[in-house]
């Protein structure tokens, strides 16, 4: 039997979320679709990280059970929302729909296999799984390793000042989180 590793919040919550194979494929197609092809190993390790501490720290993440369910909900490029025929993808309220290029970018990331992914990030994507993957170091220049957003919006880094610049996204605490810490423990 091989050994597990389990996220796990060192928080009042005793969930637990294992990155399967399935999960680190999503994973990997959210770095390319978030980062690109040459995606940096300080963004891919920063968006891993923030999403796994908005799992377990994030006082909404009830409506999402699953690391999976949450990932595919927060990253734009692999939710299926914004996917061609999605509601969020159409134009609505005054906002333009998203172009066609953009949807055949977003179909493309989300039909890649592990053969379409860099090799940088399949590595950082596989260390992740088996909780070997760390918190950036720039995070500690701030003193936060409960990061657990981003964007790329000009107007971010005002309403946040507390965060951080990593290769043009802002990443962020998010007010609100809950106390604790995300840990990574080795079971069987």
């Not at 490029?77 to 309220?93: E, T, V, Y």
């Not at 992740?128 to 390793?145: R, Y």
Request: overall charge positive; proline content about 6%.
């Amino acid at each position: 039997m091989f050994a597990k590793y389990q996220y796990s919040g060192a928080t009042p919550d005793t969930r637990t979320e294992i990155i399967d194979d399935e999960t680190a494929l999503w994973c990997s197609r959210m770095c390319v679709g978030e980062g690109g092809l040459v995606c940096s190993d300080e963004k891919i390790s920063s968006m891993l990280w923030a999403l796994m501490n908005r799992a377990f720290l994030w006082r909404g993440r009830n409506n999402y059970p699953t690391y999976l369910k949450l990932m595919r909900a927060f990253s734009q490029p692999i939710n299926p929302r914004w996917q061609r025929g999605g509601d969020l993808a159409i134009k609505w309220a005054g906002r333009p729909p998203a172009s066609l290029s953009r949807l055949s970018r977003r179909a493309h990331i989300c039909s890649m296999d592990w053969s379409d992914i860099p090799i940088h990030i399949k590595k950082a994507v596989c260390a992740f799984q088996v909780g070997e993957l760390f918190i950036p170091d720039i995070w500690t220049t701030i003193n936060k390793a409960r990061i657990s957003n981003w964007a790329s919006l000009p107007s971010t880094p005002k309403k946040y000042p507390w965060g951080i610049d990593i290769d043009g996204d802002w990443f962020f605490e998010d007010k609100g989180l809950r106390q604790g810490c995300v840990v990574v423990n080795i079971e069987g």
